[in-house]
């Protein structure tokens, strides 16, 4: 199957400053991006869709100023969680679209102190 | 109301027995896709098996395989001869139409015992 990578795997980060997490379709380009949360023993929440050349689509609940997604070419789409708090402490996956299946990154864990 | 529920939190399964993990669905739109993907300690999300709306037979590969029964919307996976390295989480996920997101269940936590 194709091959999704996110960078980085693990980050710790203080309140307030603002991460940035990257998301890579390695061998096939991705017009459609998506973007999870997990919380501990939850289930996978989208946070936005990610267009290519466009602005994200983002889920009820989900503030747009806070999670800002950019997804500037076919391999790539950033998430950057700004001014970050404890609460976000959680893992985010990205995921690509592919014909009819899903190729998920192996996500990253963010830990905010 | 719930589009995927996986009615069973967690499930444990002697190794080389058969387990099926329990999968309804709720969507009114006539094409739609089934998933389901695995979630190992690591956080990777692994899929397993498709299912799509109109197909006829029930989806297959190697020791997992998909009781789809669409009158009842259910998509139950089977999976085949437990092994020690089937322990994980697995979720059940559904895209409806032509919209590409996927929405996902609770998931069922798989034990399987030596």
């Known amino acids: 199957g194709a091959v999704v990578s996110q960078h980085p795997s693990r980050v710790i980060c203080k309140s307030g400053t603002s991460v940035k997490i990257e998301c890579r379709s390695l061998?096939?380009?991705?017009?459609?991006m998506f973007w999870y949360r997990q919380f501990p023993k939850q289930s996978l929440m989208l946070m936005a869709t990610?267009?290519?050349?466009?602005?994200?689509?983002?889920e009820q609940g989900v503030e747009k100023d806070k999670f800002l997604i950019n997804h500037a070419s076919l391999t790539l789409s950033t998430l950057t969680v700004t001014s970050a708090h404890p609460e976000d402490s959680s893992f985010y996956i990205c995921?690509?679209?592919?014909?009819?299946?899903?190729?998920f990154g192996p996500g990253t864990r963010l830990t905010v102190t | 109301a719930q589009k995927i529920t996986q009615t069973q939190p967690g499930m444990f399964v002697q190794e080389k027995e058969a387990v099926t993990l329990d999968c309804t669905y709720d969507?009114?739109?006539?094409?739609?896709?089934l998933f389901w993907y695995k979630q190992p300690s690591s956080g990777e999300m692994i899929f397993l098996i498709y299912?799509?709306?109109?197909?006829?037979q029930n989806a297959t590969e190697g020791r997992y395989s998909l009781n789809f029964q669409k009158a009842r919307k259910s998509a139950n996976l089977v999976i085949s001869a437990s092994q020690l390295g089937d322990s994980a989480m697995y979720f059940c996920?559904?895209?409806?139409?032509?919209?590409?997101?996927?929405?996902f269940g609770t998931g069922t936590k798989l034990q399987v015992i030596p």
């Open positions: 996920a559904m895209r409806e139409g032509g919209y590409q997101k996927v929405t």
């Open positions: 990610s267009n290519e050349g466009s602005k994200a689509t983002y």
């Open positions: 061998d096939f380009q991705a017009t459609t």
């Open positions: 969507t009114s739109d006539p094409s739609y896709g």
């Open positions: 995921s690509a679209a592919g014909g009819h299946e899903q190729y």
């Open positions: 299912q799509g709306s109109y197909d006829q």
